[in-house]
């Protein structure tokens, strides 16, 4: 008897995901429809991370906590920044996934896959309604902020190479240094 393919339902694939144990240090993301497993960052990718977290630690206007590693809820799956930006206590007793309301920026930087974090990520992001995302993309050498999301994408960006600075928009409301994020 011939095997018979049967093609997964969106929700076949979810509960894989869901169910999905990853190797210490992985992270699986489920990006418009596929899972997506990366392995643990290199050392200046985790920098860069660290770099802004303190930046916004020292200069943000407003008192906000930089989280790594909280998996968010968007239209175009399920994806988890390398930095996400909220509120203080935002993600208090929430569950490994959440909407992502009140969240204020997503930060990626580019590592395997830089294609994702270009495109699919940002598609994501902006269909669910996060005001700011910033990728630093290291492969390209430069910094760009997507803000003003509507109808599926961002409808703004300003692009600026490493060493120069970027503005912020508020809540934050000051110059990122992107030197230290190359």
């Not at 095997?3 to 339902?9: D, I, K, N, S």
């Not at 896959?113 to 910033?134: E, F, T």
């Not at 492969?139 to 509507?150: A, I, K, Q, R």
Request: glycine share 8%.
């Amino acid at each position: 008897m011939p095997a018979v393919e049967h093609p997964l339902t969106e929700d076949d694939v979810l509960q894989a995901f869901l169910e999905l144990e990853t190797p210490a240090g992985f992270k699986a993301e489920l990006i418009e429809g596929e899972i997506v497993v990366t392995p643990p960052p290199d050392g200046d990718h985790e920098d860069a991370i660290a770099r802004f977290a303190r930046a916004v630690a020292r200069h943000a206007a407003e008192e906000l906590y930089v989280s790594g590693g909280k998996g968010l809820i968007t239209p175009n799956g399920r994806f988890i920044p390398d930095a996400t930006v909220a509120p203080v206590g935002r993600f208090r007793a929430q569950d490994s996934w959440s909407k992502p309301t009140d969240v204020r920026l997503v930060l990626e930087v580019t590592s395997t896959r830089p294609d994702n974090d270009r495109g699919a990520k940002r598609l994501g992001y902006a269909a669910a309604g996060i005001p700011c995302y910033l990728l630093v993309d290291r492969t390209d050498g430069n910094v760009t902020l997507f803000t003003d999301p509507e109808d599926g994408d961002y409808t703004a960006h300003v692009q600026v190479p490493f060493g120069k600075p970027l503005d912020l928009p508020a809540p934050f409301s000051f110059a990122l240094d992107t030197a230290p994020l190359r």
